[in-house]
């Protein structure tokens, strides 16, 4: 068994070593800059051209609708930002929903600042938008409606092609945060009616501080970045080329292997969830069932920390992450969990597992058994707990 079990591949995955091997020669061989004229530069042309072409392929879109960023938030922020400046002729009113990632969330809050008028949609008990409500909430100045594809705390996919039709019918721009689905879940932005989808490549098992905003033709949005002429002039600065390499790379291999990715990811994930909630007393599991990322798991332990939990959990090499790892660290429980209607205390209880394909059933039983041993450990010295067993005997 490694020494680490990695169970946090919502927060990061590990960059694939063919992906590291394809961005090698940019750092030490093909170190030229795309804008130069000279032939030396033209395998780094040459290689940003194929990323763009491969990325496109795998959304059935067009290589110019493809934007290089520097990840999933500069994504989001761009994308949000400059539809609300390019529309806002039209009206002010953004739509979204109170489960977003915090790229989304804190980008309409300095929106309305500004001057918008944001709606935050209320989930259901699983964490679905409710598509009545998005209906009702549409009005004639709303400009767009940015709902993510896939929940990166609880895995819940939103119904991405309900929401794009009704944003198509009425008139308003859809964005979606698929930096959880891309390369995870088959996406085709026709077919879903995307108007602009954000992306980044270490979700993928791609490098860090690279992604793409996928914008449709037509879209009058500005650059968000000024500066040069790169990215068709809508993202100024010297290309990232090793990664832009790299997330080229790293999505041809997970387009070439998503199905079968997918099918051992949700097996042991199945597994995981079907001992943890059989074996420990007091448990629920968070997010959609069936309507879920494949390697997501989401568990609420009543009468626990889950802070407690990882640490206990990191002392036994098994990484994992309560809440999301931007929330880790403040005391406030996850807007993702409040917002699917828990109690704070039992929000405070979460812990997130998510698992890749390179995770093993011997390493769920091992953390399976170490689950229960912590929360055996921290109940035992939980007055809540007591109370709660006193009562019950009673
Ligand atoms: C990780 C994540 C982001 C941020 O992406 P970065 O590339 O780390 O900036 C945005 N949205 C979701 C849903 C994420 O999971």
Redesign the pocket.
């Known amino acids: 068994m490694n020494q680490v079990i990695y169970l946090d591949n919502?927060?990061?995955t590990r960059t694939r070593p063919e992906v590291a091997d394809a961005m090698m020669p940019f750092f030490t061989e093909h170190y030229g800059n795309p804008s130069s004229v000279y032939e030396f530069a033209a395998p780094c042309k040459q290689a940003i051209a194929r990323s763009r072409e491969t990325i496109a392929k795998s959304l059935g879109a067009k290589a110019n609708e493809i934007y290089f960023t520097?990840?999933?938030?500069?994504?989001?922020n761009w994308a949000i930002k400059a539809a609300a400046e390019a529309y806002q002729a039209k009206g002010k009113h953004i739509i979204t929903s109170k489960i977003?990632?915090?790229?989304?969330l804190h980008t309409c809050e300095y929106l309305e600042k500004l001057g918008f008028e944001v709606t935050y949609l209320d989930v259901d008990e699983n964490g679905v938008v409710k598509i009545e409500e998005l209906k009702k909430a549409i009005r004639p100045d709303t400009i767009l409606i940015s709902i993510?594809?896939?929940?990166?705390e609880i895995g819940t996919i939103e119904p991405i092609k309900e929401i794009g039709e009704i944003a198509r019918e009425r008139g308003v721009l859809f964005h979606t945060?698929?930096?959880?689905a891309y390369c995870h879940i088959p996406i085709n932005v026709d077919e879903y009616h995307i108007d602009m989808l954000?992306a980044?490549?270490?979700?993928l098992n791609g490098p860090?501080?690279?992604?793409f905003l996928y914008i449709r033709t037509g879209l009058k949005l500005r650059s968000f970045v000024h500066g040069g002429a790169q990215e068709r002039k809508r993202r100024g600065g010297t290309e990232n080329v090793p990664g832009i390499v790299g997330l080229g790379k790293a999505v041809e291999l997970a387009v070439a292997t998503m199905d079968e990715r997918a099918g051992k990811e949700r097996e042991l994930r199945d597994y995981l969830i079907g001992r943890v909630t059989a074996e420990v007393p007091f448990v629920r599991l968070n997010g959609h069932r069936t309507c879920r990322l494949a390697n997501n798991t989401n568990f609420a332990f009543q009468f626990i920390e889950g802070e407690s939990m990882l640490i206990m959990l990191d002392m036994n090499g098994i990484c994992g992450s309560s809440g999301?790892?931007c929330t880790s660290g403040s005391l406030d429980p996850s807007h993702v969990l409040l917002a699917i209607g828990l109690p704070h205390e039992i929000a405070h209880g979460s812990l997130r597992l998510t698992l890749s394909e390179e995770n093993t059933k011997e390493e769920m039983d091992y953390v399976v058994e170490k689950i229960k041993e912590v929360v055996d450990r921290l109940r035992s010295m939980s007055p809540l707990y007591e109370d709660f067993m006193k009562n019950n005997q009673a």
């Open positions: 919502a927060a990061t520097a990840g999933g938030t500069e994504s989001d977003e990632h915090h790229a989304v993510m594809f896939a929940n990166n945060d698929a930096v959880q954000s980044s490549g270490h979700k860090k501080g690279i992604g999301s790892a």
